[in-house]
């Protein structure tokens, strides 16, 4: 629900086609141990979570990641044969981990319209609330 009030896709699903959720994460262990007692769900925090534009992002990730480009297109290709079928689109979220040089982005495919869906202002700090839970997102 985070991609769908960040980028406002029940009033606006154009969003998913040029912006992505950046979700910051940071490890709640210490990485100078081998062994943690803290359990893998709750083994890291939401530092911060921003709208990124799709072209910037890849721009920025593109000497790490050559792939992502590729990988963007195939999935706005699909987020477009969806729009024309009357859903939202492909939306995409891009994890990145600072501490350890990584990132991941998993595009999140949404067949229908969310226009009854009501928009929630407060989509950061659940989102915080939920991953210091440990629930997976």
Do not use: Y
Not at 100 to 111: A, D, I, N, R
Not at 115 to 129: A, M, Q, T, V, Y
Request: glycine fraction near 4%; proline fraction near 7%.
């Amino acid at each position: 629900m985070a991609v769908i009030n960040a980028l406002h896709l029940q009033h606006t699903p154009d969003q998913c086609q040029t912006k992505l959720l950046s979700v910051v994460i940071k490890p709640t262990f210490s990485t100078t141990f081998q062994a943690s007692s803290i359990p893998i769900p709750h083994s890291f925090e939401v530092v911060d979570a921003f709208v990124h534009s799709i072209a910037e992002a890849s721009q920025a990730q593109s000497l790490k990641h050559p792939e992502l480009d590729e990988m963007l297109a195939m999935f706005l290709e699909r987020s477009k044969a969806i729009r024309a079928n009357g859903g939202t689109g492909v939306a995409f979220v891009m994890v990145c981990v600072p501490n350890f040089s990584l990132m991941q982005v998993s595009p999140f495919g949404l067949p229908d319209l969310l226009s009854g869906l009501p928009h929630n202002r407060e989509w950061l700090d659940i989102l915080k609330k939920i991953v210091a839970m440990g629930k997976v997102i």
